[in-house]
């Protein structure tokens, strides 16, 4: 098995997956086949959409003779004819529906092994909603111990170990970690279904929140029973990979329609909202027309279109980075989604969100009410500003607010005049303070926020001012203000010098321009839109800055100045000595070379890359955060820009 | 022409719009066909999409010699070989695009007349965004002058004359109340194209509403050059019907894929998110090998399919009665169109959308943010609630909040003794107070509510509570609570009576509790739900409660109760003598034969039927409120449900 980012927003990530039986992009949809009753074969879902994983159920074929034999003799591949990858449940699910099912646990894995599942599930233990604690962690000792003894027995079989816990989340975390322990090599989030259907959404989340925060985060995760569109972008964004899905199969049954906003009965409907290949080959009267079968059949063609789509339009989000955006589009359909995303800005899950959230985006942040306030973007922001920002003086003028801290209400020549006095100039802005120094930086001038917000995003707004505002002796700009004149206002400091030293202490931290711009400064600007574009420092090309997010590029003088300012392990991304020759060549950092890095260094930060002792190689770009680092085997780390010759 | 409404949601409706060329369901949008050049030809469309109505442009043609010729020869259906509805457009938009375009206003309705346009339209002035007033209003009266010039040579052709004013709501209304007063058929809103290309949504809705304020209800209108998908659903909820797309075109010459949730760059894409006929066939790797020519008729293709679906799912919405919520969830994709919505909080505005909006519906409300509380449903119960709800007793028991009023977080057993003292009880909800008499009537018990909802959500319904508690003393329910024993117990009213009080004061107005229920009553229960069916007073059967909504079905002698009791024109709809035998025979209310109403009638509210004379002849529901009523032409103004035999 290899598992690799190649794109990530939020918490979700875009990954590949190889499994014996060939790729998969992630996140996917597993459609669930029953191997007594197949409503759409693998083979029409292969052609249909795609699909190069699905997932079948192990229990059904050991207990019925005849498929049991033929899945021995010839494989799960053969019995429903799929060549791509097959992951198999083992029964619990069954086991929670209808009571004991006695079943081996080990036995049912080596039956997967035998049957030749790529990815078999243990028998694990259903933890249900309703659950004491004391008996929702027999559950999950239970299952701990089945997880230990199956390790043995998949062969080459990935083992999907699913996490229980009932809604207790420190059980979840430790379930989670006790797991990953093991080194098995798939992570089902299981005992899911019952919070489903019953919308319990805030429930959900922090099941799934739990479990990530102790899983390993090299490894695949699947939502267990998660069939429903309506959910998967939210569980993408906290990091889950894989769903599946009998749902497109039991609402055919039931004659309902699945749609992204939820759910419909076909009968209901007056016309077929949707134009999937199905909704645009048939009206709804000729829908209505064919036989029974077949229409359920084509019912569950419908569902898979919709629930498929879905995918490809996170995938999107994800590539884009614009996946919170679309989780808020889907939460807006229904009240119990709506308020399971304020589970997420409790302190605890901000931070850890936080980590993940890539520091730069083709996205503009857009406002969508108060829940942006808490985006894990504008958290950060606020963060750094009091821990990096450092207002020179003791004067601020705020500017009043306008709709973006880029486009402000006064003319350029005042902000002009006050740009060579000894003031902070900040903007009281939606995002809260703006130091001017700062507007053109991500995510300040890549937001949209419209002229209206509401009243808890003022009041948010105004408390972050305030605090930052606290020790300054504060100056309201009017138009024609005039600083006073017993100010004294002899060496000013240019404005470009202090935008390019607070852009790079609030990117790099403390400290960082200090070192990187003592020496004889050259700003070179764009002929075109005036921007700052690189800084040379006593004739070297330390840094660039981006024209799309207005945040430094990092050049290899620029690298050996922070090196030697920045304390290690601040900024680092420490390769083992096997990777030094291959770093040197400018190739890329791949993640099995790394044996530690920064915490504080966060997807798609620019980054220096060291050897274990400290020796300084090169600079590059993140791709991964810490713990992902640390722990993915497969695909690359960091993007390699620069790298030293020699040491 | 025809046009009637058949279903309906917020200010929006489901139409039967008919012309000489067939029937059009609205909301429903004109492909605009290039007579020049045409990407999809209009029997491709017809095939793809059942389009019955487009619109082309009668300038295009007029001044292209060959199509002049043609078109006059064998008429505009020939020229562009389409049997459906066909609208013309008259120049005014490249007369904004390319300046002065020398057109005789007379003459160029007169030649669409000639090549048989189903609809034209005048040749209007465009007003844009940036004139000052005067200006604005000088284009408004030119307008106005060449809509009554032109309607004179119009014939058998139905006439369109766009509102226009600018940005200013005075100046829109105003056009509006003119040009309905000339008859016209056919409303465009023009003048609009910059306000969507700048995103300026607030803006626009202003326009919208103020448009519509001035409109003749019972006509087609059509929001001119609107075309993407995004705005459609907000458009309708205020009444829009039309929507025509040159986008579909544009926007694939350009390269660009029309989503529901905006538009993205073909190039971008890694994937199709969609699943319409063309995403799936093609790859987004086959799409690309395609010639130029080839793949942008299929972006096109794919941006009518996005387009004609999101059509379909408000027609959907409409019937089944959550259109507010699709408006909610498009809104989220854009922060522009999410301000826009706050316009709809403006007192005027909700005051001229509760008019519209039904009194039931199919789907439950759903709590999706602040917004909710200027739900016009919302707005309604509280303005009803002062209005016609009296607190019974001087001592109010306010229950603690619960998420749903219906069900309350304390036993059933003390609620059942509390109902039988004299105190008014009361629950403090997020939809305001709610008094137990009334909590299963819509929409209290009918509204979805997280239990976490945001603070300014929390404000409102403290306020609503506040205001109705001001007279009363209160007493804050806890468990084991005793009611003060210096209370006098003596005559309790009877719960039930209690109930079918106040929901009668609500639904009909003040003392059609007393109007109803003088006398021996008696009150039937569904025998499985316990729940109140029928209310027989004296041995007549005067109403019955529906199990859906919690409110009156007006039988024939509780219709006559309330016919006596409340003074016209509480309640009437007033029918002229010809439609007389028919109402007798038990036939609907058709609204050319409605000649007033009660302003205070809603759509779907019960009502009484009367004469001129008022004579009562039996009671129905409405279909349509009072402006419509006393405009529309053609269809069902009320469901007459018992009449009676004679006078």
């Given at each position: 098995?290899?598992?690799?980012?190649?794109?990530?927003?939020?918490?979700?990530?875009?990954?590949?997956?190889?499994?014996?039986?060939g790729?998969?992009?992630?996140?996917?949809?597993?459609?669930?086949?029953?191997?007594?009753?197949?409503?759409?074969?693998?083979?029409?879902?292969?052609?249909?959409?795609?699909?190069?994983?699905?997932?079948t159920?192990?229990?059904i074929?050991?207990?019925?003779?005849?498929?049991?034999?033929?899945?021995?003799?010839?494989?799960?591949?053969?019995?429903?004819?799929?060549?791509?990858?097959?992951?198999?449940?083992?029964?619990?699910?069954?086991?929670?529906?209808?009571?004991?099912?006695?079943?081996?646990?080990?036995?049912?894995?080596?039956f997967?092994?035998?049957?030749?599942?790529?990815?078999?599930t243990?028998?694990?233990?259903?933890?249900?909603?309703?659950?004491?604690?004391?008996?929702?962690?027999?559950g999950?000792?239970e299952?701990?111990?089945?997880a230990?003894?199956?390790?043995?027995?998949?062969?080459?079989?990935?083992?999907?170990?699913p996490?229980?816990g009932?809604?207790?989340?420190?059980?979840?975390?430790?379930?989670?970690?006790?797991l990953s322990?093991?080194?098995?090599?798939?992570?089902?989030?299981?005992?899911?279904?019952?919070l489903m259907?019953?919308?319990?959404?805030?429930?959900?989340?922090?099941?799934?929140?739990?479990?990530?925060?102790?899983?390993?985060?090299?490894?695949?995760?699947?939502?267990?029973?998660?069939?429903?569109?309506?959910?998967?972008?939210?569980a993408?964004?906290?990091?889950?990979?894989f769903?599946?899905?009998?749902?497109?199969?039991?609402?055919?049954?039931?004659?309902?329609?699945?749609?992204?906003?939820?759910?419909?009965?076909?009968?209901?409907?007056?016309?077929?909202p949707?134009?999937?290949?199905?909704?645009?080959?048939?009206?709804?009267?000729?829908?209505?027309?064919?036989?029974?079968?077949?229409?359920?059949?084509?019912?569950?063609l419908h569902?898979?279109?919709?629930?498929?789509?879905e995918?490809?339009?996170?995938?999107?989000?994800?590539?884009?980075?614009?996946?919170?955006?679309l989780?808020?589009?889907?939460?807006?359909?229904?009240?119990?989604?709506?308020?399971?995303?304020?589970?997420?800005r409790?302190?605890?899950?901000?931070?850890?969100?936080?980590?993940?959230?890539?520091?730069?985006?083709?996205?503009?942040?857009?406002?969508?009410?108060?829940?942006?306030?808490?985006?894990?973007?504008?958290?950060?922001?606020?963060?750094?500003?009091?821990?990096?920002?450092?207002?020179?003086?003791?004067?601020?003028?705020?500017?009043?607010?306008?709709?973006?801290?880029?486009?402000?209400f006064?003319?350029?020549e005042?902000?002009?005049?006050?740009?060579?006095?000894?003031?902070?100039?900040?903007?009281?802005s939606?995002?809260?303070?703006v130091?001017?120094?700062?507007?053109e930086?991500?995510p300040?001038?890549?937001?949209?926020?419209?002229?209206?917000?509401?009243?808890?995003?003022?009041?948010?707004?105004?408390?972050?001012?305030?605090?930052?505002?606290?020790?300054?002796?504060?100056?309201?700009?009017?138009?024609?203000?005039?600083?006073?004149?017993e100010?004294?206002?002899t060496?000013?400091?240019?404005?470009?010098?202090?935008?390019?030293?607070?852009?790079?202490?609030?990117?790099?931290?403390?400290?960082?321009?200090?070192?990187?711009?003592?020496?004889k400064?050259?700003?070179?600007?764009?002929?075109?839109?005036?921007k700052?574009?690189?800084?040379?420092?006593?004739?070297?090309?330390?840094?660039?800055?981006r024209?799309?997010?207005g945040?430094?590029t990092?050049?290899?003088?620029?690298?050996?100045?922070?090196?030697?300012?920045?304390?290690y392990?601040?900024?680092?991304?420490?390769?083992?000595?096997?990777?030094?020759?291959?770093?040197?060549?400018?190739?890329s950092?791949?993640s099995?070379?790394?044996?530690?890095?920064?915490?504080?260094?966060?997807?798609?930060?620019?980054?220096?890359?060291?050897?274990?002792?400290?020796?300084?190689?090169?600079?590059?770009?993140?791709?991964?955060?810490?713990?992902?680092?640390?722990?993915?085997r497969?695909?690359?780390?960091?993007?390699?820009?620069?790298?030293?010759k020699?040491?």
């Amino acid at each position: 098995m290899t598992f690799e980012i190649k794109e990530r927003d939020a918490a979700g990530r875009l990954c590949q997956f190889t499994t014996k039986h060939g790729n998969v992009t992630t996140p996917n949809l597993l459609p669930v086949i029953n191997p007594n009753k197949m409503m759409v074969t693998p083979k029409e879902m292969k052609k249909r959409f795609g699909t190069d994983i699905l997932i079948t159920n192990s229990y059904i074929i050991y207990k019925n003779p005849e498929l049991k034999k033929k899945a021995l003799d010839s494989g799960v591949h053969a019995l429903i004819d799929f060549d791509g990858s097959i992951m198999t449940d083992s029964g619990t699910f069954q086991s929670y529906v209808y009571g004991d099912v006695h079943l081996d646990p080990i036995e049912i894995v080596q039956f997967q092994r035998d049957i030749g599942s790529d990815i078999g599930t243990i028998l694990d233990v259903f933890g249900t909603p309703g659950q004491t604690k004391e008996v929702a962690e027999q559950g999950v000792l239970e299952t701990i111990e089945r997880a230990k003894k199956s390790m043995s027995h998949k062969g080459e079989m990935l083992l999907a170990c699913p996490v229980q816990g009932s809604v207790y989340p420190q059980l979840r975390e430790y379930c989670a970690r006790q797991l990953s322990a093991l080194s098995a090599d798939f992570f089902p989030i299981g005992g899911v279904v019952p919070l489903m259907e019953n919308q319990r959404y805030s429930d959900l989340v922090r099941c799934i929140l739990a479990a990530k925060q102790g899983l390993d985060p090299s490894k695949p995760v699947h939502l267990f029973g998660a069939g429903h569109p309506l959910i998967f972008s939210l569980a993408v964004a906290l990091g889950c990979d894989f769903f599946d899905s009998s749902a497109y199969a039991k609402y055919a049954n039931d004659g309902r329609m699945i749609f992204q906003w939820g759910t419909e009965k076909f009968d209901d409907l007056t016309e077929l909202p949707c134009s999937c290949p199905i909704c645009s080959k048939y009206s709804k009267e000729e829908l209505t027309e064919l036989d029974a079968k077949e229409r359920t059949m084509q019912i569950a063609l419908h569902n898979l279109y919709v629930s498929f789509t879905e995918l490809k339009i996170i995938r999107i989000a994800i590539s884009e980075g614009w996946l919170w955006k679309l989780v808020e589009q889907r939460a807006s359909a229904n009240p119990f989604l709506s308020e399971a995303l304020r589970v997420l800005r409790e302190p605890d899950h901000l931070q850890w969100l936080e980590q993940y959230e890539p520091t730069s985006k083709k996205t503009a942040l857009f406002y969508t009410g108060p829940q942006t306030m808490y985006h894990p973007t504008i958290f950060r922001y606020h963060k750094r500003l009091f821990a990096r920002y450092e207002p020179l003086f003791q004067t601020t003028v705020v500017f009043p607010e306008g709709t973006k801290p880029y486009s402000l209400f006064y003319s350029r020549e005042i902000v002009d005049i006050l740009k060579q006095k000894n003031v902070n100039l900040v903007v009281r802005s939606t995002l809260g303070p703006v130091p001017l120094e700062l507007d053109e930086m991500y995510p300040l001038a890549q937001s949209v926020f419209p002229l209206c917000v509401d009243q808890e995003t003022r009041e948010i707004a105004q408390q972050v001012m305030d605090r930052f505002l606290k020790n300054n002796e504060v100056i309201v700009w009017k138009e024609h203000l005039m600083i006073p004149t017993e100010e004294p206002l002899t060496h000013p400091i240019d404005f470009d010098k202090r935008r390019i030293s607070a852009v790079a202490d609030m990117q790099f931290g403390v400290g960082a321009s200090e070192a990187l711009f003592t020496g004889k400064i050259h700003i070179v600007k764009s002929k075109r839109t005036g921007k700052i574009r690189n800084i040379i420092c006593d004739g070297s090309h330390v840094v660039s800055m981006r024209a799309e997010d207005g945040l430094f590029t990092l050049k290899l003088d620029g690298g050996r100045r922070l090196h030697r300012r920045l304390k290690y392990p601040l900024l680092r991304v420490i390769v083992t000595d096997d990777a030094v020759p291959f770093i040197r060549e400018g190739k890329s950092v791949f993640s099995k070379f790394v044996s530690d890095c920064d915490p504080d260094l966060r997807p798609y930060d620019e980054c220096l890359i060291v050897d274990e002792h400290d020796m300084f190689l090169g600079v590059g770009r993140t791709i991964l955060m810490r713990d992902e680092l640390l722990t993915f085997r497969h695909g690359v780390a960091v993007k390699t820009r620069e790298s030293t010759k020699e040491g």
